[in-house]
């Protein structure tokens, strides 16, 4: 599928993109990040609270084939489509066909709210990466989110797939007490990844709560990555 399949002013599901390609968001890759909007989870401490609420305004398809000529111009090999939640995106599925369409490897970031979605693009994607944001007992309070079922539901879908994955937790003090993290970690045992990362304060976070927290500390993640050790084969900490 490209744009010519399609009239100029139609509209795709990305709501914007990162200007320059990123290093960091798809690992091993140089990689095109793409936001879709909306998302079903409350996180007060979300870094894209811009993206959360209703879907907003998006691109066209034919301006996002000039983005994706411009990114393989620049040697960008993948993207990753996040959010917001991309799940929540009727026209996730075209989208990833249009982005393999174009040569691109994909990696998708979710909630893992809809894993009856997950389970249509999993066959089509390269990569996931779902958050953890807690043990289950904590996602009503942390992300406002109380189907427990549903996340267990989406963590083994992706487990038994055949897809590179990752799960990741943002470390907040001092919601993420030890008996929490083991809970998360009882959640994911025998993932292949598990990332730990550091919550950063921001002025402009949804949540007022949080953006008085202190960040949290490199020591604090390190005893994690110990702590953390029986359930994935490998712990990766990030922004320590």
């Known amino acids: 599928m490209n744009a010519e399949q399609?009239?100029?002013d139609s509209a795709s599901p990305v709501y914007a993109f990162l200007e320059?390609?990123?290093?960091?968001?798809?690992?091993?890759?140089l990689c095109g990040v793409f936001f879709t909007s909306g998302c079903n989870f409350t996180c007060g401490f979300c870094h894209n609270a811009t993206l959360m609420g209703k879907k907003q305004k998006t691109l066209s398809w034919e301006r996002l084939e000039e983005i994706c000529r411009k990114f393989k111009n620049e040697w960008v090999d993948a993207v990753s489509i996040t959010g917001g939640e991309p799940t929540l995106e009727p026209g996730l599925v075209e989208l990833i066909r249009f982005f393999r369409?174009?040569?691109f490897k994909v990696k998708l970031d979710s909630n893992g709210s809809y894993p009856d979605v997950l389970k249509e693009c999993l066959p089509l994607i390269d990569y996931i990466a779902m958050d953890i944001k807690a043990g289950l007992?904590?996602?009503?309070?942390?992300?406002?989110?109380?189907r427990k079922d549903i996340i267990e539901e989406s963590v083994k879908l992706i487990?038994?797939?055949s897809v590179e994955?990752?799960?990741?937790?943002t470390v907040i003090d001092p919601f993420h007490t030890d008996e929490q993290m083991h809970e998360a970690g009882e959640?994911?045992?025998?993932?292949?990844?598990?990332?730990?990362?550091?919550?950063?304060p921001q002025d402009s976070l949804p949540g007022e709560e949080f953006r008085t927290l202190k960040r949290t500390t490199p020591d604090r993640l390190h005893y994690l990555e110990?702590?953390?050790?029986p359930y994935a084969d490998n712990i990766i900490v990030r922004g320590a």
């Open 101 to 103: 369409g174009h040569g």
């Open 165 to 169: 994955h990752e799960f990741r937790t």
């Open 226 to 229: 110990k702590l953390m050790t």
């Open 137 to 146: 007992s904590g996602y009503p309070e942390i992300a406002g989110f109380t």
């Open 187 to 200: 959640l994911i045992k025998g993932a292949k990844r598990y990332c730990l990362q550091a919550f950063v």
């Open 159 to 161: 487990m038994s797939s």
């Open 6 to 8: 399609k009239p100029a």
């Open 20 to 29: 320059k390609p990123s290093m960091i968001d798809y690992p091993g890759h």
